[in-house]
């Protein structure tokens, strides 16, 4: 059986932009009506799931856990590809540098956000030290 992904809202959640980021992300993101949700790291013990709002996924109790160093992460719920799109054209013309993007999936809807953003950041600077110079 295929894993599948419930409907949600459509949401952006953010964890550790840069202040020179976060106007122009809050600007995108207004602009095409997307809901914008700050992970704060009390709650990086929660489920992707339950922080994109999905039907099913309830606040779990957490350890404080060490938040993850990675100069930014966006994660895009809800969205179509359409709509993913028109929000990274619009994060780039308000110069909005979040370094990592990325979409909640089946898989990593029942992960922890910390586990998404380790992971994420693991691949950030894995695919950086393999660009050409």
């Known amino acids: 059986m295929k894993a599948r992904i419930a409907a949600a809202p459509e949401r952006v959640l953010w964890y550790g932009v840069k202040e020179s980021a976060r106007a122009g992300l809050s600007a995108a993101l207004k602009e095409l009506s997307i809901e914008e949700r700050q992970?704060?790291?009390?709650?990086?013990?929660?489920?992707?799931?339950?922080?994109?709002?999905?039907?099913?996924?309830?606040?779990?109790?957490?350890?404080?856990?060490?938040?993850?160093?990675?100069?930014?992460?966006?994660?895009?719920?809800g969205l179509s590809g359409k709509r993913m799109d028109a929000l990274l054209q619009a994060l780039r013309e308000q110069r909005a540098d979040i370094p990592i993007k990325a979409a909640v999936t089946a898989s990593n809807q029942r992960w922890t956000f910390a586990?998404?953003?380790?992971?994420?950041?693991?691949?950030?600077?894995?695919?950086?030290?393999?660009?050409?110079?």
């Open 39 to 77: 992970v704060m790291p009390e709650e990086l013990g929660q489920q992707v799931g339950y922080l994109a709002g999905f039907a099913g996924f309830q606040p779990r109790e957490t350890e404080p856990a060490a938040p993850p160093e990675c100069g930014g992460m966006l994660c895009m719920c």
């Open 115 to 133: 586990k998404l953003v380790e992971e994420l950041c693991r691949e950030h600077a894995a695919l950086g030290a393999n660009s050409p110079k």
